[in-house]
């Protein structure tokens, strides 16, 4: 299958588990990764034909100024020779070739010649492109499938999975000011219930939760609060990770808390999830919570099944008096191959800067989370596709469309919850930005929007 690339190699644990182990070594000459010829933004937006119309501008130009101008078959080659001359250029180019299909050798020769010019302990550019590189062999090799089950995808994650998100959650503050988002609007929608019944379709390990109830405990009055956690049924009873493992934890530390609470776990797959099956009782204020979960959710362009949508609707029916969603910001669901992988390519950089910016270069737990969570991810986005890609995120305007079509209005986040995070956001790197724009929260990484949050009802 994909055992022909060097760079990702199956190997046997005393488990007989498969884990994906990346080439560390060196490139043998360093490299420059300024764009040549366009800039990112250029980039990310080219359609397919300007893709094509520079490459033949790049042909004309090489044969101007060569005697012997390319023959067709070697175009692709001559191509790259004459434009691609630092390895984001010739990963784009890769990627050009790869979206035409056809010329497997000539994307393999690209991919080979990559993969000796970056390595995953160089800087953040390098690795994202030897993760990008690896990507676009498994597609070649249409492996995307198989690759993204030997890396555990889809099966329940060890403690190094667990481990890795958790210092993800922690290192890299979007994600912690987007929880943060959600948590400040979930505690003003505490106020003046007695019973308040708080609903989330991914729970992950509890992060979020666990500076709820202690952010609660702080407060008076305060009421009864009701967690429902849904999960599939395999992923409820699992030892680690599993739902009833968190949720046991979370009532240790609401004992400890002394806080009136109260977890109750659901073993059903989301999209059968109906609203018997959450057992929302008389004279409780009802809460949704979606944390980094819709974008697996399938949509219209998926099944003819709009599982996205179907489940908004569930949700609406229930009556909430709030639902908050957080999601990353970028189009990786309906976007054709070529530009999703643009947009793959410059969210995932500004992820791995900030890493660079938070933990040392030779960190183990930097090479944890970028193997263990973002390679993923990259993997699943760009050699993956139909029912096997799920991480299909999208832009924070069509979640409000969306949204909006299952009946919500929305429900801007308050200015004492945003101060708050702006306070916080200055004890951290000045490159981190927040903005409120349209009734959300941006979490940003300079220039680029990584994280929204926004509030419903």
Same mark, same amino acid.
């Given at each position: ?6 760079n ?7 488990d /007989?588990?498969?884990?994906?182990? =990346?080439s560390s070594?060196p490139p043998?000459?360093s490299?420059?990764?300024e ?5 990112s933004e ?7 034909d300007?893709?094509?119309?520079? @490459?033949?501008l790049?042909?004309?130009?090489r ?7 390319p %023959?067709?078959s070697s175009s ?6 004459a434009s691609a001359?630092?390895?984001?250029d @010739?990963?784009f180019?890769?990627?050009?070739v790869v979206s ?5 050798? &000539?994307?393999? $020769?690209?991919? %080979?010649e @990559?993969r ?6 160089g800087?953040p550019s ?10 676009l062999?498994?597609?070649v090799?249409?492996?995307? +499938?198989? #690759? =993204? +089950?030997?890396? +555990?995808?889809k099966?329940p994650?060890s403690?190094d999975?667990?481990?890795a998100?958790?210092?993800?959650f922690e ?6 000011? &987007?929880?943060m988002a959600?948590?400040?609007?979930? #505690?003003e929608a505490?106020v003046?219930e007695?019973k308040v ?5 991914d729970? $992950?390990?509890g992060s979020q939760y666990i500076?709820?109830l202690?952010t609660?405990?702080g407060?008076s009055p305060?009421?009864?609060l !009701?967690?429902?956690?849904v999960?599939?049924?395999e ?7 599993g739902l009833?493992?968190?949720g046991?934890?979370? +009532?240790e ?11 109750t ?6 999209? #059968? ?9 008389? &004279?409780?204020?009802v809460?949704? %919570?979606?944390?980094?979960q @819709?974008h ?5 362009s998926?099944?003819t099944v ?5 489940? #908004?609707r569930m949700?609406k029916?229930l $009556?909430?008096k709030?639902?908050t969603?957080?999601e990353? /910001?970028?189009?990786t $669901? ?7 992988f643009?947009e793959?390519?410059? =969210?995932?950089s500004?992820l ?5 910016a938070?933990?040392p270069?030779e960190?183990q737990e930097?090479?944890?989370?970028e193997?263990?969570c ?7 986005i760009v ?5 096997? !890609?799920i991480?299909r =995120?999208e832009?924070s305007?069509?979640?409000k469309?969306r949204m909006?079509?299952?009946g919500?209005?929305a429900?801007?986040?308050s200015?004492?919850v945003?101060?708050t995070?702006?306070k916080l956001i200055?004890?951290?790197?000045e490159?981190y930005?927040m903005?409120?724009?349209t %009734?959300?929260?941006?979490f940003g990484w300079e /220039? ?10």
């Amino acid at each position: 299958m994909f055992r022909s690339y060097a760079n990702l190699i199956l190997s046997n644990d005393e488990d /007989d588990e498969h884990e994906i182990v =990346y080439s560390s070594t060196p490139p043998p000459c360093s490299m420059s990764y300024e764009d040549q010829h366009m800039s990112s933004e250029d980039l990310e937006g080219m359609s397919y034909d300007e893709d094509m119309m520079r @490459l033949k501008l790049h042909e004309l130009e090489r044969a101007l100024v060569d005697d012997s101008a390319p %023959n067709e078959s070697s175009s692709h080659n001559s191509c790259v020779r004459a434009s691609a001359v630092t390895p984001k250029d @010739l990963l784009f180019e890769c990627a050009l070739v790869v979206s035409e299909g056809g010329n497997i050798q &000539g994307a393999s $020769n690209l991919i %080979n010649e @990559l993969r000796r010019m970056v390595c995953i302990d160089g800087e953040p550019s390098e690795r994202i492109s030897a993760y990008m590189v690896e990507a676009l062999a498994a597609r070649v090799a249409a492996s995307g +499938k198989g #690759l =993204y +089950k030997a890396l +555990k995808c889809k099966e329940p994650p060890s403690k190094d999975r667990l481990s890795a998100m958790q210092v993800l959650f922690e290192v890299c503050p979007c994600f912690r000011f &987007g929880f943060m988002a959600a948590n400040g609007a979930i #505690l003003e929608a505490f106020v003046g219930e007695e019973k308040v019944h708080v609903i989330d379709f991914d729970i $992950n390990q509890g992060s979020q939760y666990i500076t709820l109830l202690q952010t609660l405990a702080g407060q008076s009055p305060k009421p009864h609060l !009701r967690l429902t956690g849904v999960d599939d049924p395999e992923s409820v009873q699992r030892p680690v990770g599993g739902l009833n493992h968190i949720g046991l934890r979370l +009532k240790e530390l609401a004992n400890s808390l002394d806080l009136d609470f109260e977890f109750t776990s659901v073993a059903a797959n989301t999209a #059968l999830v109906e609203p018997g099956t959450l057992n929302c009782r008389a &004279g409780e204020a009802v809460i949704v %919570n979606f944390a980094f979960q @819709l974008h697996h959710m399938p949509d219209e362009s998926v099944s003819t099944v709009n599982q996205r949508d179907q489940l #908004l609707r569930m949700v609406k029916s229930l $009556n909430p008096k709030l639902v908050t969603v957080v999601e990353q /910001d970028v189009n990786t $669901n309906t976007a054709p191959f070529l530009r999703r992988f643009h947009e793959a390519y410059s =969210y995932y950089s500004a992820l791995f800067d900030c890493l660079e910016a938070t933990l040392p270069r030779e960190s183990q737990e930097r090479v944890n989370v970028e193997k263990q969570c973002l390679a993923r991810d990259i993997v699943n986005i760009v050699a993956c596709e139909g029912e096997e !890609r799920i991480e299909r =995120y999208e832009v924070s305007g069509k979640w409000k469309a969306r949204m909006m079509m299952a009946g919500f209005e929305a429900c801007p986040i308050s200015e004492n919850v945003n101060d708050t995070i702006r306070k916080l956001i200055k004890q951290y790197s000045e490159r981190y930005k927040m903005k409120v724009e349209t %009734n959300a929260v941006h979490f940003g990484w300079e /220039d680029k929007v990584l994280i929204v949050a926004s509030a419903w009802r």
